[in-house]
């Protein structure tokens, strides 16, 4: 994922049609549902403690927002995932929310979007929680860990597992209210100008990897090397670096990494479900009537579930593109590879447990709505698309 705050260029995006303005009453049937349940409890007058006895709540007045990003302006996916949030919560609210969207570096920087809500300059950001690793590294359980949880699972784990109580915990230490507010899916393990045919070939590799993931590569003896997104064209094709990741199919097409190398491997095991978040400043929260909660609480709910769908959509298509028209080469790590992949990150993620009580809650609670994950989805949708494969072989 980026962390850069520069334009990226859509002609090179054939997929990515322009939003189409949609009423307020298809957003409600497009919302997830959790999001419309919510809505609608909420603006129930016993959910509510405002409103005339037996009405609806009464929203006592009119507010505009910023919400700052760490996406670059028009980025497909993700910066106009956070564009399309920021029009669902005005729709839901008949206008009486305004929300006006800063790409990272228009209003603060791109990694500074935290800090500007947490401290009041903005009322709201949308990212990866995995950015703000530095204040505690109990943030990335909340986006992606090596070897974590996939998208359907980590949101079944902060909607129902009690991931968001601990969220909330966290996040209250910085004055933030996070919810999931996107995802863009598993990754993919990136690209390389070699063949990796054994861990041993990561040995002195520079790779572009932020975050644990970046972790996993140095103690596997890479280099992992942190790029903005608008700097790794430039560093592949200079050779600065070996290889590099970014996020799937559909955002690799558009900048191009074809062009240089052809070996395409998979899967990403560095964010197999990269959760996004909505943050509002937590005083900004608490003013906020139970409807306006409620309508936030909504819009973040659908965005996270239509994000995701998007980008299935277009990973599915821009593979074909780049294997069809591009001649990439598709590679799966081997299983030798991902075996060891699994070990060391098994404890760059436990480590991340070991910076405060509350670090171990998380993890503890993460660790087993994983394992939970891994048994019902093995069980459930992995022996469905086992036999799925076989019927089509």
């Given amino acids: 994922m980026t962390r850069s705050?520069?334009?990226?260029?859509?002609?090179?995006?054939?997929?990515?049609?322009?939003?189409?303005?949609?009423?307020?009453?298809?957003?409600?049937?497009?919302?997830?549902?959790?999001?419309?349940?919510?809505?609608?409890?909420?603006?129930?007058?016993?959910?509510?403690?405002?409103?005339?006895?037996?009405?609806?709540?009464?929203?006592?007045?009119?507010?505009t927002l910023k919400m700052?990003?760490?996406?670059?302006?028009?980025?497909?996916?993700?910066?106009?995932?956070?564009?399309?949030l920021a029009r669902r919560i005005e729709a839901l609210s008949d206008g009486n929310i305004t929300v006006r969207v800063y790409a990272g570096g228009e209003?603060?920087?791109?990694?500074?979007?935290?800090?500007?809500?947490?401290?009041?300059?903005?009322?709201?950001?949308?990212?990866?929680?995995?950015?703000?690793?530095?204040?505690?590294p109990a943030f990335n359980f909340f986006s992606a860990v090596p070897m974590g949880m996939t998208a359907p699972e980590i949101t079944s784990w902060v909607r129902y597992g009690g991931g968001q109580e601990l969220w909330d915990q966290l996040s209250r230490q910085f004055n933030v209210k996070a919810f999931l507010g996107g995802n863009s899916g598993t990754q993919m393990g990136g690209w390389f100008a070699k063949e990796m045919n054994s861990i041993e070939d990561f040995q002195g590799l520079r790779i572009?990897?932020?975050?644990?993931?970046?972790?996993?590569?140095?103690?596997?003896?890479?280099?992992?090397?942190?790029?903005?997104?608008?700097?790794?064209?430039?560093?592949?094709?200079?050779?600065?670096?070996d290889a590099t990741e970014w996020v799937g199919p559909w955002n690799d097409l558009a900048f191009g990494f074809y062009s240089i190398v052809k070996n395409y491997y998979y899967p990403g095991i560095h964010e197999p479900g990269t959760a996004l978040a909505l943050g509002l400043n937590l005083d900004v929260w608490n003013d906020m009537s139970a409807t306006e909660k409620a309508?936030?609480?909504?819009?973040?709910?659908?965005?996270?579930?239509?994000?995701?769908?998007?980008?299935?959509?277009?990973?599915?298509?821009?593979?074909?593109?780049?294997?069809?028209?591009?001649?990439?080469?598709?590679?799966?790590?081997?299983d030798n590879i991902l075996r060891e992949l699994g070990r060391v990150s098994a404890e760059v993620?436990?480590?991340?447990?070991?910076?405060?009580?509350?670090?171990?809650?998380?993890?503890?609670?993460?660790?087993?709505?994983?394992?939970?994950?891994?048994?019902?989805?093995?069980?459930?949708?992995?022996?469905?698309?086992?036999?799925?494969?076989?019927?089509?072989?």
């Fill in 68 to 84: 700052v990003t760490t996406w670059p302006k028009n980025f497909p996916g993700l910066g106009t995932g956070a564009e399309r």
């Fill in 295 to 334: 309508w936030i609480e909504a819009a973040a709910a659908a965005e996270n579930d239509v994000m995701l769908a998007e980008f299935n959509a277009n990973n599915a298509r821009a593979l074909d593109t780049l294997i069809n028209e591009h001649g990439v080469t598709l590679r799966k790590f081997n």
């Fill in 5 to 63: 705050s520069k334009v990226m260029d859509q002609k090179s995006n054939p997929n990515s049609a322009k939003e189409k303005p949609v009423s307020r009453r298809r957003l409600l049937r497009g919302a997830s549902a959790v999001g419309a349940a919510t809505l609608l409890a909420a603006c129930d007058s016993g959910g509510s403690q405002e409103g005339t006895s037996g009405g609806p709540a009464i929203v006592s007045k009119k507010r």
């Fill in 208 to 241: 572009r990897m932020p975050g644990l993931g970046g972790e996993v590569m140095q103690r596997i003896g890479a280099t992992p090397v942190t790029k903005a997104g608008g700097e790794i064209f430039q560093a592949l094709s200079q050779g600065n670096i």
């Fill in 349 to 393: 993620v436990a480590e991340a447990a070991n910076h405060d009580d509350l670090a171990r809650q998380i993890y503890d609670s993460f660790s087993q709505a994983r394992l939970g994950g891994m048994r019902w989805g093995n069980i459930a949708e992995k022996a469905f698309m086992d036999a799925r494969n076989l019927s089509e072989a």
């Fill in 107 to 136: 209003l603060v920087g791109a990694l500074e979007a935290f800090d500007a809500v947490s401290q009041g300059k903005a009322e709201m950001y949308h990212g990866a929680e995995y950015y703000w690793q530095g204040k505690s």
